[in-house]
């Protein structure tokens, strides 16, 4: 009876952040639990499953253990985490608030800010769906058909609206983080030795690298973890001073696609660290690969 909701553009959000197997199967018998007539409480059934499934959500961005280890973290009394520190660390991972606030945002003391203002809004409507998961009146308990499918596409959006909330503010931060990171982390690619150039001459040298792509992957308790790709201007040589000083040395210029992955400190974006084995070029085309 109410399968049709499976094609609202809402319910087509909240899937498009499900796993395959047990997180859509929750979600499909969700729905079709409102078709249960006989269930006076169908509709608050349906709206707890939502609440869970948002939980299911914000927990794909980390585990308590990880949260636990932020330096944000103040443990509650009555639970392992609150939902507005796994919230909190959906949005920001480790990073301390104030330092979002006044570092990433730069925001003046008390400015009005997406981060507060996602918090704020966050704690709002999930009141508003926690609501529909009571029964404590008669006004959800054994509603009719049209009251029911009303009030599950008011659960549907709030869902949605909670999840792209959510994911808006998270996007926004780690945007400008990295535009804030960008030209320390390619001048640290440009100073690390880079894997790959020793099997292509007898030693080479790095003149010069253009990072086209940046994405931050992870903001965890610890580090900005960093993804970049781009190009490598290298100086390849064959021969020692010796060899060039008899014209047996040969140099060529050659740029190669370059990978890199990069770790920050939190709190600190100007101590950029590529690890050994995190930096390397392309090499392949070079052997016809």
Not at 25 to 52: H, I, Q, T
Not at 142 to 162: A, G, P, Y
Request: aromatic content about 10%; charged content about 25%; some cysteine.
């Amino acid at each position: 009876m109410f399968n049709h909701l499976l094609n609202d553009e809402y319910s087509q959000s909240i899937l498009s952040h499900l796993g395959a197997g047990f997180e859509k199967n929750l979600f499909l018998a969700s729905l079709e639990n409102l078709s249960d007539k006989g269930n006076p409480v169908r509709f608050n059934n349906f709206a707890y499953c939502m609440r869970e499934i948002i939980g299911i959500i914000l927990a794909k961005y980390s585990d308590d253990e990880e949260i636990q280890e932020c330096s944000w973290f103040v443990p509650p009394s009555d639970t392992k985490v609150t939902r507005l520190q796994r919230v909190t660390y959906a949005i920001c991972g480790g990073l301390e608030l104030d330092f979002v606030r006044h570092e990433v945002l730069q925001i003046e003391e008390d400015e009005e800010n997406i981060l507060d203002e996602t918090l704020r809004i966050f704690s709002k409507k999930f009141n508003e769906l926690s609501k529909y998961t009571h029964v404590r009146s008669d006004k959800t308990f054994n509603i009719s058909n049209e009251l029911c499918e009303k009030l599950s596409r008011e659960v549907l959006k709030l869902t949605s609206d909670i999840v792209r909330l959510v994911e808006q503010c998270r996007t926004e931060i780690q945007d400008l983080v990295r535009e804030q990171i960008s030209e320390t982390v390619t001048q640290e690619a440009l100073s690390t030795t880079l894997d790959g150039l020793d099997i292509l001459s007898s030693h080479g040298h790095v003149n010069e690298v253009e990072v086209s792509g940046l994405s931050v992957v992870d903001i965890n308790s610890r580090w900005l973890v960093v993804n970049g790709h781009g190009y490598a201007y290298c100086t390849l040589v064959w021969g020692s001073r010796s060899d060039f000083r008899n014209d047996n040395g040969a140099t060529m210029d050659e740029d190669f696609p370059l990978n890199f992955i990069a770790h920050i400190p939190l709190g600190n974006f100007d101590d950029v660290q590529i690890f050994e084995g995190d930096i390397d070029v392309d090499n392949r085309e070079w052997f016809g690969e």
